[in-house]
């Protein structure tokens, strides 16, 4: 089956709409909303975007891919993304990369196969004070090494 | 004088709120710039010489003079939030802490300059503190600051946040217009600048975030109290983030000029127990190194352009003796080869090859002549790029492999 937006996003989306004098513009602030409730932009995500915009899915395509952000690919649950930048590297980052993979048994790029987590490392998250940082979903966490690790892990549902 | 600026009030509990800053004075600086004539407004900010915040340093008031006056399309004003710079965290602390700062700049920005509708492109990573800009938008809307008739001057803005989503390159003021648009972060070429062909085709200003956000300051104490607060031809603080091996690594609003020694070994703590310092990058990744005996500078543009570095975004990453250079150099190049965004040769194909390399002499498999390459090919980038992210990137390789030379060439072993 085809995705739809919610009424609530659709509403969001008009208010969004009249933000821009160019259609187009709204698509960045839409994807994000798309992955928000689909998970992720797929192929199908693309076409609903495209319809929306009055633009054809290879234009949506183009964008999808040029952004980090957007997954194409489904995630788990909870999506780790540990930065693995300069100022987190030089406070030991590269050591929290490989506990997780150890303790999750996925690499990065990788989802666990009951799709509770996604492992990616990304470039600098802009929280270099408390390196080393990583965020879960949107979430921030810094000043990081095993333990804490551990801690954070354990707290999810 | 070590008079904090900016982040005078960041210990205020809840000074994101409207009803906090207000209590502050805050909205002060609008109220007296609407009852100013613009072009006294713009002459005051070209006194105070204010300079770009996000990394160029290009004066803020001859900048928004470029905009044509009489022109009959709208004029756009972009807040760079985008803050991608390695080491750089300054502008969350001013959004987070204090966005009703950032809206009094963008409000009497876009006075000054004739603007309707400012937007602020924020790094899509940055998700709660767009959420707290649209509160504090919110609340701005309802007590009148902004939207139509503000304060009964007359005077109409709109202010939206727009997220980008995880590319380094929308940082560069064209690339976050392409971006803005809804396009592939592709940075133009210039000529024409912004300031006559910018956002839809029409005038638009592009400031960073600190740069917007020292402007009510600006006008409610006058250009020469600003200047007092930095150097004559650098007006004003600057944020310092320090990242790395110090004790304490955070935000530190100083006077511009300050000792790049001091912020490190006063402000920041020093080092950590038992690490001994080795180089310092003061300006974002993307400004070349300083080894350790070369710290004794004054941190403002000019005098890193002088050393041969750049102050950038005033972020500084201090390295330690037991981080190798040539993860510091695998590191770098990394990064630039994954966000280059693939328009320009030389940056696309020479940032891949100086990292394939790279890896290749960290894997201990380096060969002889490796280094050579790696400066031939980050001297083919340097100047031939559209957008400056080509220098970004060979300005620091290049430094690297001429200040530790040595210690890079001992990873390669020559049968």
Not at chain 2, 99 to 126: D, K, M, N, Q, W
Not at chain 2, 264 to 281: D, Q, R, S, T
Not at chain 2, 357 to 383: H, M, P, V
């Amino acid at each position: 089956m085809s995705p739809e937006f919610s009424n609530q996003t659709r509403k969001k989306i008009e208010e969004i709409l009249s933000r821009y004098p160019q259609k187009e513009a709204a698509i960045l602030p839409i994807l994000h909303l798309a992955q928000r409730e689909f998970g992720s932009i797929s192929e199908e995500e693309e076409k609903l975007v495209a319809g929306i915009l009055g633009i054809k899915p290879i234009k949506v395509r183009e964008v999808v891919s040029f952004y980090t952000m957007f997954n194409r690919e489904p995630v788990g649950k909870y999506h780790i993304q540990v930065c693995s930048n300069l100022s987190c590297t030089i406070m030991g980052g590269e050591n929290l990369i490989d506990y997780l993979t150890e303790k999750l048994g996925i690499r990065s790029g990788e989802t666990t196969p009951d799709k509770r987590f996604t492992l990616t490392t990304v470039e600098c998250l802009g929280a270099c004070e408390q390196a080393p940082c990583m965020m879960i979903n949107f979430e921030f966490y810094g000043d990081l090494d095993r333990e804490k690790i551990d801690e954070i892990l354990d707290k999810l549902e | 004088m070590e008079e904090k600026v900016l982040t005078k009030q960041f210990d205020l509990k809840n000074l994101h709120k409207i009803d906090v800053y207000l209590e502050q004075k805050g909205y002060s600086a609008v109220r007296k710039a609407l009852q100013m004539k613009p072009k006294d407004i713009l002459e005051e900010v070209k006194k105070a010489n204010l300079r770009g915040r996000g990394g160029a340093g290009f004066p803020a008031g001859i900048k928004w003079g470029f905009v044509p006056k009489d022109v009959d399309k709208p004029k756009y004003l972009c807040v760079n939030a985008d803050e991608g710079e390695p080491g750089t965290f300054k502008d969350r602390y001013i959004m987070s802490h204090n966005p009703h700062l950032l809206l009094e700049g963008i409000i009497i920005t876009s006075f000054c300059v004739g603007i309707y509708t400012a937007f602020i492109y924020i790094r899509g990573e940055y998700e709660a503190i767009a959420l707290r800009l649209e509160q504090a938008i919110a609340e701005a809307y309802k007590e009148g600051f902004l939207g139509k008739n503000i304060l009964d001057s007359g005077v109409d803005l709109d202010v939206f946040v727009h997220r980008g989503a995880g590319a380094y390159i929308c940082g560069e003021e064209t690339a976050l217009l392409e971006s803005l648009e809804g396009k592939r972060g592709y940075p133009r070429l210039k000529p024409p600048f912004p300031a006559s062909i910018g956002l839809f085709q029409c005038p638009t200003v592009i400031n960073n975030v600190e740069t917007i956000s020292n402007i009510p300051h600006i006008i409610l104490n006058g250009a020469e109290w600003f200047l007092k607060r930095g150097l004559p031809k650098d007006g004003g603080t600057r944020i310092f983030g320090v990242s790395g091996m110090v004790k304490k690594p955070g935000i530190y609003e100083l006077p511009m000029g300050t000792n790049l020694r001091d912020i490190i070994f006063k402000h920041a703590g020093g080092m950590k127990e038992g690490k001994e310092l080795k180089a310092v990058i003061p300006g974002g990744m993307s400004a070349p190194v300083l080894k350790a005996d070369e710290i004794d500078i004054s941190m403002d543009f000019d005098s890193l352009v002088a050393a041969e570095s750049m102050l950038g975004s005033a972020a500084i990453i201090v390295i330690d003796q037991e981080t190798s250079m040539l993860d510091v150099l695998k590191l770098v190049t990394k990064f630039y080869s994954h966000e280059s965004c693939g328009q320009c040769t030389p940056c696309r194909i020479g940032n891949s090859w100086i990292n394939k390399i790279t890896k290749r002499i960290a894997a201990g498999e380096g060969q002889r002549g490796d280094l050579d390459n790696i400066e031939r090919l980050a001297s083919n980038i340097l100047g031939k790029t559209l957008c400056p992210l080509g220098d970004a990137a060979a300005m620091p390789i290049l430094s690297l492999v001429r200040k530790f030379r040595q210690e890079l060439e001992s990873h390669i072993k020559i049968e």
